[in-house]
């Protein structure tokens, strides 16, 4: 999960009806979100809350620098989001406008590309997921392939949300990345092999 909170102060005021103040919250979104902080950082408009690592940290933060005067935030989200956001937020009256700006769908050659991994690499000993709808799309999938050297496979997550859909799933996280980057992932996982 990419978690952003950005403050912007330009003339891109005026293309928006709402303040804007933009609470970013993309979930397994990560070509979409890494271009929209582009965008944002090119633009020179400074992204605050990236190292909440969470909505419900997120909300905090913008719960502590938001009063009750503003316009409505801009969210934009995907099809599919947890309600801890725009809960939060809205319990506490800072108004809020969300709009879906993707949908979540599997990739149509995911089954293929796994399928092929396995044939050619065999079973991997760890798998990561960076979003439930990942849990769901791959799971049934890498259990079927992995046949009884499924509990060899050390089972790794992005967040918590997603280490729990795991966990729904019967299995074992062997680690959480300690923040939602690639960075904290990959240092979770050499941790996780290496023990």
């Not at 303040?19 to 902080?37: G, H, M, Q």
């Not at 633009?43 to 409505?72: C, F, K, S, V």
């Not at 709808?133 to 009884?148: H, N, Q």
């Not at 062997?174 to 990959?186: D, F, Q």
């Amino acid at each position: 999960m990419r978690v952003t909170l950005i403050n912007a102060k330009s003339d891109l005021q005026s293309a928006f009806p709402v303040n804007l103040t933009v609470a970013c919250y993309f979930n397994n979104a990560f070509s979409c979100c890494f271009l929209l902080i582009c965008s944002v950082v090119d633009l020179g408009l400074n992204p605050l809350g990236e190292e909440t690592g969470t909505a419900d940290a997120l909300a905090l933060l913008i719960l502590q620098r938001e009063n009750l005067e503003i316009l409505p935030l801009f969210f934009p989200c995907g099809s599919i989001k947890r309600e801890v956001l725009p809960t939060a937020l809205r319990k506490n009256h800072i108004p809020l406008e969300t709009l879906t700006v993707y949908q979540t769908s599997e990739h149509p050659d995911l089954q293929k590309n796994i399928t092929d991994y396995f044939i050619q690499q065999g079973v991997p000993a760890s798998v990561a997921f960076f979003s439930p709808s990942g849990v769901r799309f791959c799971l049934d999938l890498v259990k079927r392939l992995s046949g009884s050297q499924l509990e060899q496979i050390k089972f790794a997550s992005i967040g918590p949300t997603t280490a729990d859909a795991l966990r729904s799933h019967g299995l074992t996280v062997s680690c959480c990345a300690e923040k939602p980057t690639a960075k904290h992932l990959a240092a979770a996982i050499t941790h996780a092999l290496h023990t």
